[in-house]
């Protein structure tokens, strides 16, 4: 009886290695039969999902602040009176003095404008989305069990078009002031609003662009059985890491960047006339595009088919839920940050892989 228990328990005992020798698939080996690492390469397609946001503005302007006019034509003064209140007379009257004085406002005359509008404000319809991108991708697993593994997602850094969106506008409003001499003349106070033209996102073709660097690391439950199911789906979760770098702004982008910069210096220097009339400033304005670093939730579903047990395909479908900020900034070295301008962008990418690999 002894006998027949112990012959009994070693032949179920021996049944799984008789079932995996006698696999017509490939025999097993290193312990369970798995292997302990793979790697793949293969075309890896970013598609970004996330939509435009708008872009932040703030100037060095502050709310209130009051600046000098300096030499204005009366043209200038005329094509940005408030629409919004009735100012004929006024206008009737700037018209006279125009003929009067050959159609220019001497600094003597212009006063100074208490300027509001350009300290802080928001751009509805703007932004920036990412374009589709293609490159090489480089897949690594270790696989703790047969089911069990944890892979790092790696790649070809590739360059990414960032595409934007809507123009921009500077809502500039003002309250000019007359004078003659030193004697403000307040009651001939001039209202000025008008949404002055800065640059047109999509007009140039990309508006930026940036080197992506996106390594991501999961961990991931693969069905089925080495040695008996060549082909296995598999789930994973873990987290992506997103850098950027090589970053460039269009070049017409950045020129109308940088007339906008001189538009702020001519109002911190005295010559708020000469900011609505486009004219350069004593600055010397530099354009600078950052973009921060983000970390994001990433998924994924795929499989692999094993073609021995060595060599097989994979295919797979991640999805990211990623967004970082970029910060565009206007600067000059006399006076410091002009316009500092920040959007996020939602890249929230589906990642399409499908490559070949090798376990070993």
Not at 58 to 81: P, Q, R, W
Not at 110 to 129: A, H, K, R, V
Not at 337 to 349: F, G, H, M, Y
Request: net charge negative; glycine share 10%; with cysteine.
């Amino acid at each position: 009886m002894k006998k027949t228990l112990l012959c009994v328990a070693t032949s179920i005992a021996a049944l799984p290695m008789l079932t995996h020798a006698d696999s017509p698939y490939f025999s097993l080996q290193d312990g369970d039969g798995f292997k302990r690492f793979s790697v793949s390469v293969g075309a890896l397609h970013v598609m970004p999902q996330g939509k435009a946001q708008p872009f932040r503005v703030n100037t060095s302007v502050k709310e209130g602040e009051v600046a000098k006019n300096g030499d204005i034509k009366v043209d200038t003064v005329l094509n940005n009176l408030n629409e919004d209140v009735d100012q004929r007379l006024l206008a009737d009257a700037l018209k006279v003095l125009g003929f009067v004085t050959g159609g220019n406002l001497s600094s003597g005359l212009s006063g100074s404008s208490t300027i509001s509008g350009l300290e802080s404000w928001d751009n509805p319809g703007t932004g920036l989305e990412a374009d589709d991108v293609t490159t090489l991708g480089i897949m690594t697993n270790y696989f703790f069990t047969d089911n069990i593994s944890f892979e790092m997602k790696a790649g070809i850094p590739p360059k990414v078009d960032l595409q934007g969106k809507g123009k921009i506008y500077a809502p500039f409003a003002a309250i000019a002031t007359p004078q003659i001499g030193n004697l403000p003349l307040e009651f001939l106070n001039i209202d000025l609003k008008n949404n002055i033209f800065i640059t047109d996102l999509e007009a140039h073709g990309p508006a930026a662009s940036a080197r992506a660097w996106t390594p991501a690391f999961e961990f991931q439950y693969h069905f089925g059985k080495t040695g008996v199911n060549k082909f296995r789906p598999y789930v994973g979760v873990g987290m992506m890491y997103a850098y950027f770098n090589e970053l460039e702004i269009n070049p017409q982008t950045e020129k109308d960047l940088i007339a906008a910069g001189h538009m702020i210096a001519n109002i911190k220097e005295g010559n708020a006339g000469a900011s609505l009339e486009g004219k350069k400033s004593s600055a010397n304005p530099k354009v600078k595009l950052e973009a921060t670093d983000a970390f994001a939730p990433i998924a994924t579903v795929g499989f692999t088919y094993d073609f021995n047990d060595k060599w097989f395909a994979v295919g797979s479908v991640s999805y990211a839920h990623l967004k970082n900020e970029t910060t565009i900034t206007v600067k000059d070295a006399t006076h410091g940050e002009l316009i500092k301008s920040t959007a996020d962008i939602e890249i929230n990418p589906i990642l399409a892989y499908a490559g070949v690999g090798y376990r070993f």
